[in-house]
């Protein structure tokens, strides 16, 4: 009998397989066409050197299978290993067999490595091997490349790849490791471990502009959080998530109801897990602080509060400016307590006893929009009283007036006479009356310049003085 090959290029390629028998200690091979029943199988490491023949009692050769025992010294020891069938003489190319039948290249760990954060390394829970390859997919898990074969390093211990420079700066990646044509489940990577998510600009969107659009400095991501914190920086809210919208660049929300009257809105946007600074977005555009009402309080009228006519806010700040309008301070913030519907604050007393002074300005800064300058009465029961009068200028044609030193006069002023008698003779002219805090002077009209004695009493700020005599030396 004489054995002829009827197709000279036949082959015993291999095109499946997979454990079989009793807790898998056996493995099938199925061909392409057919094999035959003169076989042997041979073993190869996953550096593809040979180091075991199967022997042939454990071996079973049939034309549309291959099955043969493995030896149980194997059993589990390596990730995977090579199959090569010998059919009539002739090889069939290099199989792969994960000798573990539930083995799969999982990823246990990760890390940026190299310069400038280009490059990535996995370890594996088991072992990888020196086949594989590296697929990239975005952080909603679509894929975006494989890996090219010249940029990954493959051994069993690691694998180590560069990252395609326009995705480094993304905050997650994900990744699949085929590692002899079998994946590995998806693992999460982070090529920027510097990354933070930064707000970089905003603005209302959709009707009425009832949402708020955030922009970022570089991307954000589709796994996010909206926060609202207060003035003190406390978390008042977390926004539904059905009312936030989040992608790479841009997040969305809708504003809630019961913030769509605050002027600022503090917002913390956590992507990924990691948080954004806290953000200030105005709220209402147009919005300024307007102070409708005001008045002392606390004991002894220590402290002063102001009414909104709308809306303060609990960030804020207390300019004080003298009755010229002159700014003096800004209040220290530990003796200012801001709120939405008032602010008070404490009335310096030293070092110029602010408290005794009839009249002051303020100025509000609420989440840094300046309110108008508002008049405020430190001191109520304050009245002006005067404690020295006396005759000066050329020929004696004025009068000037001293305050008592605890308490002061004004810019807003008016000045009589009285005869001796104590009867009202004239209100003097405004353009001869000169007003200041620590005096008042006066020019006498032509009919009283003569007078040895008269009295004088002033208006300040609506208030009047006590009579005081004016007498000639």
């Keep these: ?10 082959y015993p390629a291999v095109i499946n397989g997979g454990f079989g028998c009793e807790d898998n200690t056996c493995y099938w091979l199925q061909p ?4 035959g029943s003169d076989c042997s199988v041979e073993l190869y490491d996953d550096q593809k050197n040979k180091f075991m023949t199967i022997d042939a009692s454990k071996t079973v050769c049939k034309d549309d299978s291959i099955i043969f025992v493995i030896p149980e010294l194997l059993l589990k020891q ?3 290993i090579y199959v090569v069938c010998v059919v009539h003489g002739i090889e069939s190319d290099l199989h792969p067999l994960p000798f573990d039948p539930l083995w799969s290249p999982a990823i246990a760990n990760g890390g940026v490595g190299c310069a400038h954060d280009s490059c990535y390394w996995v370890q594996p829970e088991i072992s990888f091997g020196t086949d594989c390859t590296v ?3 975005d952080a909603n898990k679509n894929m975006l490349l494989t890996i090219d074969h010249q940029s990954t390093r493959c051994t069993e211990e690691i694998i180590s790849f560069y990252i395609p420079e326009e995705y480094r700066l993304r905050p997650i990646l994900y990744i699949v490791c085929s590692v002899f044509r079998t994946d590995s489940p998806m693992f999460l990577i982070k090529p920027n471990p510097n990354w933070k998510p930064t707000i970089l600009n905003s603005g209302f969107g959709c009707e009425n502009n009832a949402c708020i659009w955030l922009q970022p400095k570089d991307i954000f991501g589709s796994d996010c959080l909206v926060d609202l914190y207060d003035g003190k920086m406390n978390k008042v809210l977390t926004i539904a998530s059905s009312s936030v919208s989040c992608s790479d660049d841009s ?3 809708m504003i809630p109801e019961q913030y769509k009257k605050k002027p600022v809105l503090h917002i913390v946007c956590t992507v990924y897990g990691i948080n954004t600074d806290v953000y200030s977005f105005k709220a209402l ?4 602080p307007v102070i409708i009402n005001g008045g002392v309080g606390c004991e002894n009228g220590s402290c002063y509060w ?3 006519e709308t809306i303060f806010g609990t960030e804020c700040s207390v300019d004080l400016y003298d009755a010229s309008k002159k700014k003096l301070i800004t209040l220290d913030a530990t003796s200012i307590s801001c709120g939405e ?5 404490f009335v310096p007393k030293s070092p110029m006893n602010y408290r005794m002074r009839p009249l002051l300005y303020i100025v509000i800064l609420v989440h840094g929009v300046e309110s108008s300058l508002y008049p405020i009465r430190p001191n109520p029961s304050w009245s002006p009283k005067i404690i020295n009068a006396g005759f000066g200028c050329k020929d004696d044609i004025c009068v000037w007036i001293q305050p008592e030193t605890t308490s002061t006069f004004g810019y807003d002023c008016s000045v009589y006479l009285y005869d001796e008698r104590k009867n009202r003779l004239a209100l003097i002219d405004d353009e001869t009356t000169n007003c200041n805090e620590d005096s008042i002077s006066i020019v006498l009209p032509r009919e009283y310049r003569q007078k040895e004695l008269l009295f004088i009493a002033c208006v300040v700020y609506g208030k009047k003085s006590n009579l005081y005599p004016v007498k000639r030396t």
């Design 341 to 345: 519907d008032g602010i008070n604050f």
């Design 251 to 253: 997040i969305n929300f």
């Design 285 to 288: 555009a147009d919005w300024h």
């Design 1 to 10: 009998m004489y054995k002829v090959r009827p197709n000279p290029s036949w």
């Design 135 to 137: 697929d990239l997919y």
């Design 78 to 80: 390596r990730a995977l």
């Design 306 to 308: 102001v009414q909104p």
């Design 32 to 35: 392409e066409t057919t094999f």
